[in-house]
């Protein structure tokens, strides 16, 4: 595999720890994470591999950084040609009704520059009403939920992460 990049945004540090647990089910020494804060185009541009994670606030609106990053940054690179996979955070029991947007809204701005979106994930097992990130029966990526178990998260993260090692360059 090249190398990998995730890029996070994360108010209260949920989202982060997620991002280096899922650098420890991949191949820690491929993957570099990058806080979105502080986050440059280049550092993007030079990845072939780019997985994105953020959580949903409000209801339903971007994380505060990853909102400002995809303005000024993601929708300005070059990514034709790129594999992305997106994971989120949320909370499907206070949010059933926004549960994830997050991931929905990355892949709405992304849609039609060209990137091979990777990491779809079955729906089955989720409790929400309804969600921006879900498409068909999948969603665009993997979420992971405030309000399951962490073994739940643990094993779902472990099957997507699988799963990317055989969809990444
Ligand atoms: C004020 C507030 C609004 C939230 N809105 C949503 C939402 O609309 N949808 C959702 O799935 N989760 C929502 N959440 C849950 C967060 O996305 C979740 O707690 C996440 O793990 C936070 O990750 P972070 O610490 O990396 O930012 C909200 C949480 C708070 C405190």
Same mark, same amino acid.
Do not use: C, H
């Given at each position: 595999? /090249?190398?990998?990049?995730?890029?996070?945004?994360?108010?209260?540090?949920?989202?982060? /720890?997620?991002?280096?647990?899922?650098?420890?089910?991949?191949?820690?020494?491929?993957?570099?994470?990058?806080?979105? /804060?502080?986050?440059?185009?280049?550092?993007?541009?030079?990845?072939?591999? #780019?997985?994105?994670?953020?959580?949903?606030?409000?209801?339903?609106?971007? =994380?505060?950084?990853?909102?400002?990053? +995809?303005?000024?940054?993601?929708?300005?690179?070059? +990514?034709?040609?790129?594999? #992305?996979?997106?994971?989120?955070?949320?909370?499907?029991?206070?949010? *059933?009704?926004?549960?994830?947007?997050?991931?929905?809204?990355?892949?709405?701005?992304?849609?039609?520059?060209?990137?091979?979106?990777?990491?779809?994930? *079955?729906?089955?097992?989720? =409790?929400?009403?309804?969600? +921006?990130?879900?498409?068909?029966?999948?969603?665009?990526? +993997?979420?992971?939920?405030?309000?399951?178990?962490?073994? =739940?998260? /643990?094993?779902?993260?472990?099957?997507?992460?699988?799963?990317?090692?055989?969809?990444?360059?």
């Amino acid at each position: 595999m /090249k190398p990998i990049s995730i890029f996070y945004g994360s108010t209260s540090g949920n989202t982060r /720890k997620i991002a280096e647990n899922i650098k420890a089910n991949l191949e820690p020494g491929l993957v570099k994470i990058f806080d979105v /804060k502080y986050a440059k185009i280049e550092d993007i541009e030079m990845y072939e591999n #780019i997985i994105l994670g953020t959580s949903t606030w409000g209801e339903g609106i971007l =994380q505060a950084d990853f909102e400002k990053f +995809l303005i000024n940054i993601l929708v300005k690179a070059n +990514l034709k040609g790129k594999k #992305i996979a997106i994971f989120g955070t949320g909370d499907s029991s206070l949010y *059933p009704k926004s549960f994830a947007d997050s991931m929905g809204i990355i892949f709405e701005a992304l849609e039609g520059k060209g990137v091979i979106f990777v990491g779809e994930f *079955p729906t089955d097992g989720y =409790q929400f009403i309804s969600s +921006l990130s879900m498409f068909g029966d999948k969603f665009v990526g +993997l979420p992971l939920d405030d309000n399951s178990d962490e073994e =739940q998260n /643990k094993l779902r993260m472990s099957i997507w992460t699988e799963l990317l090692k055989s969809s990444l360059n």
